[in-house]
C-alpha cells in the first residue's frame, strides 16, 4: 500500500516560524478530499469504482447494470471501513485540556515518550509552553535532540496547516474529541481517542495501555471510521453569513423566548413539514447518542449515511423521530409569520440568532471525521459500557430462593417432579373427569393420582381461579 506523508514544518517549534509551505496553493489545498481517503489507494481502487459508475447512461440503464452498480457501492463501503491503512508517522498533535493539571501531567508523559522512543515531532497546546507542571525546559534537558522535536500548535495552525500532522491523539472525554472536530474544518488527520472521561461514545483506548496501543498503530496500521460530519451554512438577509462543520448535531431552537418555535424544514427545496416545537435537532449518526437521544431519537450506528431529525417537545403526537437520507440537502426557515426569533448552534459553539427570513443548510460534509478503531464491536461495546443498554437482571426460577434451606435427606430429583398442591376438590367430581377425558386420552387414574403430567399441572392451576358447581 502506498504511503501519502503529510509535508512536515523546518525550523523551530514556534507556530510563527514553524514553517512547511502546502503544495499547490491556498485555493487548491481546500480542493483536495479527505487525505484519509487517498490512503485507501491498493486497498480499495475507489477511482476505478467512480470511473464505472460515471460511465453509466443513467437515461438508459438495464436493471441488471443498476443492480450491479448499487452492489458494487456497497461493497466498496464494507472494504473502506475494513480497510487497514499503513500511515508513515512524522508529526503526532495532542489535543488535552490544557487547564487541567492532571491531564498536563499525563501530556507529558506521553509527549516524552514518543520523542524518545518514536523519534516523532510532538506538537502540544501552545498554552503548555511556560507551564511550570509540562516543564518544556525539563523535557529539553533531557536529550539534545527534543529541542527540534517538540512544537506547539495553535488553532489557527491547525485550522491552515492540518496536513502538518499524521496523527492526532486526545487526552480526556467526548468533549476533547468534539474541540479536536473544531479544530480542524476541513481536512481531518486520523483521531485516536484515550478515555479519561466520565462517559466516552468516542473514546475507545485506554490510556494506561497507550505504550501497547501506539505501538500497534506505528507498527501494523490502523483501522479507520470515517464519521460523517454536517456542513452547516447559515444564511443571513440573503446572504452566506457562516459557515461551520459539525461532528454531533446542529440545533434550532426557541432560545429565551416563552413561545414555541414555528420553523420550515426543507428537503431539496421541498416543504417536508411545518416545525411547532421547543426547536428541532439535526444530528449525525455519531450525534444520535447525544442531545438527539436525550430528546427521544433513536441509535443510529455510525456507518450508516443518514440525517437524523428529532424535535424538541413538538406540539404535535404525530411529529416522531426520523431518518432522511445523507445525500438530501435540508434547510431549516424561520418563516415571515413567526411570532419569534430561532437560535442555531453547532455541536454547542458558535451560538446565532436567526430572525423572519433567515435559514441554515445542511449536507453531508465532504471531510467526514477519521477515529481510529480499536474493534469492530466499538459502537456496541461503548453504548453498552455508558448507557448500560438493554441491561437487566436475568430471570431466575423460584426454587433458587429455597435451595439453601433444602433437607440433605429429600431428593431434589423427586420434589421436581412431584405436583406439591392438594387439588383433590376440583378432581373429585364425576363432572371434572368426563372433561378431562374429553381432552386426554390419558387413563384417568394417572390424572387422578397426582401425575406430573402438563395437562394435569394446567388444570390445576385452572382450579385456582375458578370455582366448582
Known amino acids: 500500500m502506498s504511503i501519502l506523508t503529510a509535508g512536515n514544518p523546518v525550523g523551530s517549534g514556534s507556530p510563527s516560524n514553524s514553517g512547511g509551505t502546502r503544495r499547490g496553493g491556498l485555493s487548491e489545498y481546500f480542493r483536495k478530499p479527505c487525505f484519509v481517503h487517498s490512503r485507501f489507494d491498493e486497498a480499495v481502487d475507489v477511482a476505478k469504482v467512480l470511473k464505472e459508475i460515471s460511465s453509466d447512461n443513467f437515461d438508459h440503464i438495464s436493471h441488471s447494470s443498476l443492480v450491479q452498480t448499487a452492489t458494487g457501492v456497497r461493497e466498496l463501503a464494507k472494504r473502506i471501513g475494513q480497510a487497514t491503512i499503513n500511515i508513515n508517522v512524522r508529526s503526532v498533535l495532542i489535543v488535552t ?65 492540518p496536513d502538518l500532522f499524521d496523527l492526532v491523539l486526545t487526552l480526556g472525554g467526548d468533549g476533547t474529541v468534539l474541540y479536536t472536530s473544531w479544530l480542524f474544518q476541513r481536512i481531518v488527520p486520523p483521531i485516536l481517542a484515550f478515555s479519561l472521561g466520565s462517559l466516552g461514545f468516542l473514546t475507545n483506548f485506554d490510556f494506561q495501555d497507550y505504550q501497547t496501543h501506539l505501538n500497534k498503530v506505528f507498527e501494523d496500521g490502523i483501522k479507520v471510521n470515517l464519521r460523517m460530519r454536517f456542513t452547516c451554512t447559515v444564511f443571513k438577509d440573503g446572504h452566506q453569513s457562516e459557515v461551520h462543520e459539525v461532528i454531533n448535531e446542529i440545533v434550532i431552537d426557541r432560545g429565551p423566548s416563552p413561545w414555541i418555535s414555528l420553523l420550515e424544514l426543507y428537503g431539496d427545496n421541498n416543504l417536508l413539514t411545518m416545525v411547532q416545537a421547543d426547536g428541532l435537532i439535526l444530528s449525525t449518526p455519531t450525534g444520535s447518542t447525544a442531545y438527539s437521544l436525550s430528546a427521544g431519537g433513536s441509535l443510529v450506528h455510525p456507518e450508516i449515511p443518514a440525517i437524523s431529525v428529532t424535535p424538541i417537545c413538538p406540539h404535535t403526537l404525530s411529529f416522531r423521530p426520523m431518518l432522511l437520507p445523507d445525500s438530501m440537502l435540508l434547510k431549516v426557515t424561520v418563516p415571515r409569520n413567526a411570532r419569534n426569533t430561532a437560535w442555531a448552534s453547532f455541536d454547542g459553539r458558535h451560538r446565532t440568532e436567526l430572525r423572519s427570513g433567515d435559514y441554515v443548510t445542511v449536507t453531508a460534509s465532504q471531510y467526514p471525521f477519521p477515529t481510529v478503531s480499536a474493534s469492530t464491536m466499538d459502537y456496541f461495546d461503548s453504548v453498552s459500557r455508558t448507557l448500560k443498554w438493554n441491561v437487566r437482571e436475568q430471570q431466575k426460577p423460584f426454587k433458587d430462593h429455597v435451595d439453601g434451606h433444602k433437607d440433605e435427606s429429600s431428593n431434589s430429583a423427586q420434589d421436581d417432579e412431584e405436583w406439591d398442591i392438594d387439588d383433590s376438590t376440583f378432581f373429585s367430581t364425576s363432572s371434572s373427569s368426563t372433561m378431562l377425558s374429553s381432552f386426554s386420552s390419558a387413563p384417568q387414574s394417572a390424572v387422578m393420582t397426582g401425575s406430573s403430567s402438563p395437562l394435569h399441572k394446567d388444570f390445576s392451576f385452572l382450579s385456582l381461579n375458578g370455582s366448582s358447581k
Do not use: C, H
Open 97 to 161: 485540556k490544557a487547564r487541567d493539571n492532571s491531564l498536563i501531567v499525563l501530556t507529558r508523559q506521553l509527549a516524552q515518550w514518543l520523542m524518545f522512543t518514536r523519534e516523532v515531532n510532538v506538537y502540544v497546546d501552545a498554552k503548555l509552553r511556560l507551564s511550570k507542571r509540562f516543564n518544556a525546559d525539563g523535557l529539553l534537558d533531557q536529550n539534545p535532540k527534543f529541542e527540534s522535536r517538540l512544537r506547539y500548535w495553535t488553532p489557527e495552525l491547525t485550522n491552515m496547516m
